[in-house]
């Protein structure tokens, strides 16, 4: 399995862009997490998904965040519009929901300029 | 909410000294897992710990989960340069309706090892 896929793997927008990052989970696993990584507030949890459905979203900053999983294999975290204080590293990570070992992605690098 | 903390934030030795990290938390949880990260990747599985007082083993790494699975240690012996990264605890847990769980990180220690 080539483990969990994301992309792109650097971002540079400029404020008020949208931006979409994409994630690929490793196939068979029924959770999902997004993860926002900074200096000064580590890995925060954003949102999960088990079975597709988003369960806990409490951790999304704000209502400019947005996340998506349409099918097992695909999801998505936007946000619109876009501001310099976005600017962190987001990981996807997926894993069986039972164990919760979670895989995670090489992450997506975002600048807001 | 459920916070894990960690100690210290930063640790810089020589190597071939030993070095102990904690994880710390008002939680109880089910699980209690190690990662390791590296400069621009995510953070890798090390261990997990399930039973309270429990200790596993990985090489020169050795990984303790408290009598009351609210706390964690990690412990590696004659450290290497190749240990450097960023070691991070997560507790894993049930939320409030007991059907859901979810994954909760504390900040780390950036732990560099010179030779």
């Known amino acids: 399995d080539a483990g969990v896929i994301q992309s792109p793997r650097h971002e540079v927008t400029e404020m008020g862009q949208e931006v979409t990052l994409r994630c690929k989970p490793i196939?068979?696993?029924?959770?999902l997490f997004w993860y926002r990584q900074t200096m000064m507030r580590g890995l925060e949890l954003l949102i999960y998904?088990?079975?597709?459905?988003?369960?806990?979203d409490s951790g999304m900053p704000e209502d400019r965040f947005s996340a998506k999983m349409p099918n097992a294999s695909f999801s998505t975290l936007k946000i619109q519009p876009s501001e310099p204080r976005d600017s962190a590293v987001y990981f996807c990570?997926?894993?069986?929901?039972?164990?919760?070992?979670?895989?995670f992605g090489q992450g997506t690098r975002l600048t807001v300029v | 909410t459920q916070l894990l903390e960690q100690s210290p934030q930063f640790l810089s030795i020589q190597e071939g000294e030993n070095l102990t990290v904690y994880c710390n938390s008002s939680?109880?949880?089910?699980?209690l897992q190690w990662y390791r990260q590296e400069p621009g990747e995510g953070p890798v599985l090390l261990v997990t710990?399930?039973?309270?007082?429990e200790v596993k083993k990985l090489k020169r790494l050795t990984f303790q989960f408290g009598d009351a699975r609210k706390d964690s240690s990690l412990h590696i012996t004659a450290a290497q340069p190749g240990d450097t990264g960023l070691y991070l605890c997560?507790?894993?847990?049930?939320?409030?309706?007991?059907?859901?769980?979810?994954?909760?990180f504390g900040k780390g220690t950036l732990l560099t090892v010179n030779p």
């Open positions: 990570a997926s894993s069986f929901r039972v164990t919760g070992k979670a895989f």
């Open positions: 196939s068979g696993h029924n959770s």
């Open positions: 998904f088990n079975n597709n459905v988003p369960i806990d």
């Open positions: 939680s109880v949880f089910s699980s």
């Open positions: 710990v399930v039973t309270g007082g």
């Open positions: 997560a507790g894993y847990n049930a939320d409030s309706g007991g059907s859901n769980y979810k994954l909760t």
